[in-house]
């Protein structure tokens, strides 16, 4: 019976050490928002609205301009791409043609021969 019981303190060390070590980081995450709006507060209270509306439009015009300086680049990024493809496009729609054209002109050199050889087997055989 003493083995059980020695087990049974055991898990019960166990679930208290996970108990203790799960209220220190409860009590840690919680103090979080409650720093943070402490420091807020502190901070608040140095500037006015008018000066907190400031730095709030200046950070907001600053993260925009970026926005709009990244959106720029990747537009820039798109048309050289774009370009490119439709350069490479025109140039594979050119060999196509060209290929075409030998296509064609080598089956037209080759019908009036087929029309004199069948002329020539139909004048044979009559």
């Given at each position: 019976?003493?083995?059980?019981?020695t087990y049974?303190?055991?898990l019960?060390?166990i679930v208290a050490k996970?108990i203790n070590?799960a209220?220190?980081?409860?009590?840690?995450?919680?103090?979080k928002?409650?720093?943070f709006?402490?420091?807020?507060?502190?901070?608040?209270?140095?500037?006015?609205?008018?000066?907190?509306?400031?730095r709030?439009n200046g950070?907001?015009?600053?993260l925009?301009?970026q926005l709009?300086t990244l959106n720029s680049?990747?537009?820039n990024?798109?048309?050289?791409?774009?370009?490119?493809?439709e350069?490479e496009a025109a140039?594979?729609?050119d060999?196509?043609?060209?290929t075409?054209?030998?296509v064609?002109?080598?089956?037209e050199?080759?019908?009036?021969?087929a029309?004199t050889?069948?002329?020539?087997?139909?004048?044979?055989s009559a």
């Open positions: 019976m003493s083995k059980l019981k049974q303190e055991q019960q060390e996970g070590a209220e220190e980081q409860q009590k840690k995450l919680s103090a928002p409650f720093d709006a402490e420091k807020l507060e502190t901070e608040a209270r140095e500037y006015s609205v008018k000066t907190l509306r400031k709030y950070y907001s015009d600053s925009f301009g709009r680049r990747f537009g990024f798109a048309g050289d791409l774009v370009a490119k493809l350069k140039e594979g729609a060999v196509v043609a060209e075409a054209q030998d064609k002109k080598s089956v050199t080759k019908k009036p021969a029309k050889t069948a002329k020539k087997k139909t004048a044979a």
